[in-house]
């Protein structure tokens, strides 16, 4: 698939902390490969340009690791921001102007598989303004108040896990994040607009490296590879 005016957005400045480091999570090495690495490689196909936002203090640690690399004619690093949103917003504005499609994607969801990113383009190319990748919930889900009691069980069948690659036209992406406002994930913010997000079919390989127990199904994924 062609990946002309398609920019890949990587947010990248989450400290970590969860899995115990002392280094941004992105440059956890798995198999001596870092997650932001094993991001970038997956989506680099898809992506006329790459954008990471990086933490601040280590723009010059992720541009040393891919300097001299196929993809380093593609790639814009950026500093991060304080939130998420501020991450992706300040990786917005340095997109070329010819881009029209987007993907917003999380390094810590570092083997998400080239085939999720194309089938979220081509529903993008196919008229949808907002593409989310998600997955069943198999578990009951309960909601609770701050005291752990019990309020409600949401009906399973219409709750997703939603993942990234998420896809937006440029324009959406940009009017969402005007907004000022900040989210989880990007299509929280486009579903402010009032424009609809289409969910396709996610991915297991997509799982969020945020412990130390993804983190050891990561390196047993990677050793199968």
């Keep these: 698939m062609s990946h002309s005016q ?3 957005i990587i947010p990248a400045a989450g400290s970590g902390e969860r899995l115990g480091i002392g280094i941004p ?3 956890v090495e798995i198999d001596g490969i870092t997650l932001i690495e094993r991001a970038v490689a997956n989506l680099a196909p898809m992506s ?9 203090g280590f723009e010059e640690s992720f541009q040393s690791i891919f300097r001299g690399t196929s993809h380093f004619s593609q790639m814009h690093i950026v500093a991060g ?16 102007k010819r881009i029209k499609y987007v993907l917003i994607h999380d390094a810590a969801r570092a083997f998400a598989p080239l085939a ?22 198999v578990d009951t ?12 069980t949401p009906e399973r069948d219409s709750l997703r896990a939603v993942q990234t690659p998420q896809g937006f036209t440029l324009d959406t992406i ?10 989880t994930d990007d299509a929280a913010l486009v579903s402010k607009l009032g424009i609809p997000v289409k969910v396709i079919a996610g991915d297991i390989r997509a799982r969020k490296i ?11 994924l990677a050793g199968q590879r």
């Design 6 to 8: 398609t920019a890949t």
């Design 25 to 27: 999570k992105a440059l």
């Design 48 to 56: 006329e340009t790459i954008v990471i936002a990086a933490p601040i």
């Design 81 to 96: 921001g304080a939130t998420r949103s501020q991450s992706v917003a300040n990786a917005l504005a340095a997109l070329p």
């Design 116 to 137: 999720l990113a194309e089938n979220v383009v081509s529903q993008l190319l196919a008229g949808d303004q907002a593409v989310i990748p998600a997955l069943d919930v």
């Design 141 to 152: 889900i309960k909601v609770v108040d701050n005291q752990g009691y019990v309020l409600s």
């Design 174 to 183: 940009l009017a969402a994040h005007s907004l000022g406002d900040d989210a």
């Design 210 to 220: 945020t412990t130390l127990d993804d983190l050891a199904w990561a390196r047993e």
